[in-house]
């Protein structure tokens, strides 16, 4: 895989204070990268200093093999944007947004503007002024201008902020068809854990400027002992046999039956034995990790390694 985007060393002081601390990671064409922190941890700084908007103290970043220190021009043009929310003239149209974009940038033609109006969606209300747009649709058509120069990075910055929960699935559905159908490096900033799973390939978690962890999302959720939800009767006869047996990790009580962490191979063992001891068995299930349980592990980790 191509790497569209390059960052080495990448660290930004602010009075004498480091907000970035030597951030370096690649994303490649036709992935979504999510960079996910809480708010403070350095998301948006990161963003600028890719975009050029605001310089970074030392290291490199690269955009398509270009720098954004050395050749600035020709590494922006690769770069489409929305940091924050997209600013629109709410008294023109869509279309006459779009059009008064094009003007400032060399070679849009109007198949282009009609083409990626069509791509996120628009083609039903692109003529109707932007003060009746909801937000999502205004994100849209903030995704649409970004897009408008044929980019082969796509930067977003907490795109589904303020969205309700039909917009917010409306904008990760594009953002993976962009990833998939353009080959286009796309990076995600957001909080919001849950919608990082769904949306990205990858995700680098960024805590007080500095990467904590880069793991593919699959990876993340996906632990080789996974935890299992026994639905049991009577059920501290199946706990105290369960602790006899010395199988598995991290064995719970719960209200219906106990929880435990084990290999998927374990499984029949502990059914046999449940069985064998006259315990009736009503359902056993997986519990999935979800990424906001990995992302408090793993942040956690580093607040305790930060102070030890």
């Given amino acids: 895989m191509k790497s569209l985007v390059e ?11 480091t907000i970035i601390d030597s951030l370096s990671f690649d994303v490649y064409e036709g992935e979504v990268f999510g960079f996910l922190g809480p708010n403070g941890a350095g998301k948006t700084t990161t963003i600028r200093m890719i975009v050029g908007l605001i310089s970074m103290t030392s290291g490199n970043i690269s955009i398509c093999g270009s720098s954004i220190k050395t050749q600035f021009e020709q590494a922006v043009r690769n770069i489409g944007a929305i940091v924050e929310n997209p600013e629109m003239y709410k008294f023109l149209t869509g279309y006459q947004n779009l059009l008064h974009f094009a003007r ?3 070679g849009v033609t109007k198949q282009k ?8 969606g628009l083609t039903d209300r692109i ?14 058509l903030g995704v649409a201008q970004a897009l408008l120069h044929d980019p082969k990075v796509l930067i977003l910055d907490e795109p589904t902020n303020g969205l309700d929960p039909a917009g917010i699935r409306e ?17 995600v900033s957001s909080h919001l854990l849950a919608e990082m799973e769904m949306m990205c390939d990858r995700i680098g978690i960024i805590q007080k400027g500095k990467l904590v962890d880069v793991q593919m999302v699959h990876d993340i959720v996906a632990d080789s002992d996974k935890i299992f939800e026994f639905e049991v009767q009577p059920k501290d006869k199946a706990f ?36 064998e001891t006259d315990i009736q068995i009503f359902g ?20 305790v390694a930060a102070h030890a």
């Fill in 171 to 187: 904008i990760r559905d594009y953002i993976r068809k962009l990833a998939k159908e353009k080959q286009m490096a796309v990076i």
């Fill in 7 to 17: 960052l080495k060393d990448v660290t930004k002081t602010i009075k004498g204070k």
């Fill in 113 to 120: 503007i009609d083409e990626t109006v069509q791509l996120v």
């Fill in 240 to 275: 105290k046999l369960i602790n006899s047996l010395d199988v598995g990790v991290n064995i719970k009580l719960l209200e219906q039956g106990f929880t435990i962490q084990l290999k998927k191979e374990q499984i029949p063992l502990i059914v046999k034995s449940l069985v």
């Fill in 127 to 140: 003529h109707e002024k932007v003060k009746t747009y909801s937000l999502g649709m205004r994100q849209r």
């Fill in 104 to 106: 400032m940038t060399k």
């Fill in 284 to 303: 056993v299930k997986e519990i999935t990790k979800t990424l906001e349980e990995r992302f408090l592990e793993v942040t956690s980790a580093e607040e």
